[in-house]
């Protein structure tokens, strides 16, 4: 389970803030299983983010403790 620093776990559709809470974005999947890893062609878990300024964007578990992402509503789609 990927979650928030507070450990909710992270959901498509959740409206989120990066890049150090400045660029706003919305989940549109969460990439943690074997097959979603072979599917988006992916060496580790993380969240794949459209954000309007960049398109889709992928963050990388890994990436969590250095720029965490952000929960600002649950918008289930």
């Known amino acids: 389970m990927i ?11 959740d409206s989120v803030l990066i890049e ?7 989940i549109i999947e969460v990439i943690e299983a074997v097959a979603e890893l072979k599917q988006w062609n992916l060496d ?3 969240v794949m983010i459209k954000s309007p300024p960049f398109g889709l964007v992928f963050l990388p578990l ?15 789609i």
Request: without cysteine; negative net charge; proline residues 8%.
């Open 3 to 13: 979650s928030y620093q507070d450990g909710t776990q992270m959901l498509v559709g």
């Open 62 to 76: 890994s990436s969590f403790s250095d720029d965490p992402i952000v929960f600002v509503a649950r918008n289930e």
């Open 44 to 46: 580790e878990p993380g």
């Open 20 to 26: 150090r809470g400045r660029t706003p974005g919305q």
